[in-house]
Nanobody
Framework: QLVESGGGLVQAGGSLRLSCAAS????????VAWFRQAPGKEREFVSF???????YYAESVKGRFIISRDNAKNTVYLQMNSLKPEDTAIYYC????????????????WGHGTQVTVAS
């Protein structure tokens, strides 16, 4: 099970840190990704972190978001800085074994999401 937390309402230019905690699964051997879905839009890839901690970001968040993991806490984080109104979405974490991917259908395990709202 994956559980996201840390969402909320923030002013444009502000920051939030999302957490994705796992139970019953060792995230250190998984690729863990963040996706987001804005109102009326399809879910889109945001970032993933590989088992060896190499990150990858969508162009829309590169330079503003940082993904990291704490294996001792079995948790992956998404630090979101310089937030923009267009970052408003429900953010989901997902995990998979094996090769990394930006395709949501390749992820096996999903959380229920956490709402991020950025006010202008």
């Amino acid at each position: 099970q994956l559980v996201e937390s840390g969402g909320g309402l923030v002013q444009a230019g502000g920051s939030l840190r999302l957490s994705c905690a796992a139970s019953g699964r060792d995230l250190s051997v998984h690729v863990v990704a963040w996706f987001r879905q804005a109102p009326g839009k399809e879910r889109e890839f945001v970032s993933f972190i590989r088992w060896n901690d190499n990150p990858y970001y969508a162009e829309s968040v590169k330079g503003r978001f940082i993904i990291s993991r704490d294996n001792a806490k079995n948790t992956v984080y998404l630090q979101m800085n310089s937030l923009k109104p267009e970052d408003t979405a429900i953010y989901y974490c997902a995990s998979k074994l094996g090769a990394y991917s930006i395709l949501e259908h390749q992820y096996e395990y999903w959380g229920h999401g956490t709402q991020v709202t950025v006010a202008s």
